[in-house]
């Protein structure tokens, strides 16, 4: 069966069984006072309009049969994946492995690390730990959409112009077809946000095609009740 959704910069097809919707870093350590984000000098409370949204994919999502993928980045506790030139950034005493009050900042198994309560993974949804910004990169994302036959994905999460974006320029990279949600994506700047969505769709859909929460809903929704 095949489901058309309104996007840009033309409608987006696709067959719900060869789809995913991979949910990007919807972590505490970004969206909470306290954790990377912030550390960074990001005011937290930008990231929060995405939350709503990215809960209606998610229902329209598991209501619709889809794949369903959640990733976090973060790293080892020894940090022996995360590179000095990443680990170097930021203020001396709150950088990556440092004490914060969420645990360590970015580092996997610390509170800051996981997805916020709202968004929480689904038992036997796969969530995607990794140590860069793209959700492929030395990871087992790429083998795992193979395996399913994947070959379009619906990508919502944090923030839109780092995680967001360079997942979708290497899923580009490697075939997949990409709807981005727009209000299901968030910034800490709103300018980087709107730019980051108009690349990815200008140029005929260069990266991909965008569309918003409201129409993937709807489009997921008849599907959910057909199947
Ligand atoms: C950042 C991310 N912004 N998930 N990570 O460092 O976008």
Redesign the pocket.
């Known amino acids: 069966m095949t489901a058309v959704i309104d996007a840009d910069p033309a409608p987006f097809a696709l067959d719900p069984a060869r789809s995913a919707l991979v949910v ?2 919807m972590q505490r350590d ?1 969206l909470e006072p306290g954790g ?2 912030e550390s960074l000098g990001n005011d937290v409370s930008l990231l929060a309009s995405a939350i709503g949204p990215c809960g209606a994919v998610l229902a329209g999502a598991r209501a619709a049969g889809m794949m369903v993928i959640h990733t976090r ?1 973060g790293h080892r506790a020894d940090l022996s994946d995360a590179p000095p030139a990443k680990v170097e950034r930021g203020p001396p005493g709150q950088r990556i492995g440092d004490p914060g009050p969420m645990g360590r900042i970015l580092i996997r198994g610390e509170a800051g690390h996981d997805i916020i309560d709202a968004l929480a993974p689904l038992p036997g949804e796969p969530v995607i730990d990794k140590p860069g ?1 793209g959700a492929f990169y030395a990871t087992e994302l790429e083998p795992m959409l193979r395996h399913r036959g994947i070959e379009a994905l619906f990508v919502a999460g ?2 839109t112009e ?3 974006h360079t997942t979708v320029r290497e899923a580009n990279d490697r075939g997949f077809r990409c709807l981005v949600i727009a209000d299901a994506c968030a910034s800490y700047f709103p300018e980087f946000h709107a730019m980051a969505l108009r690349m990815i769709s200008a140029q005929g859909g260069i990266f991909g095609w965008v569309s918003d929460s409201a129409r993937v809903a709807a489009a997921l929704h008849q599907e959910g009740k057909a199947a």
């Open positions: 990007i870093d970004f990377f984000g980045e910004k944090v923030t780092v995680c967001v």
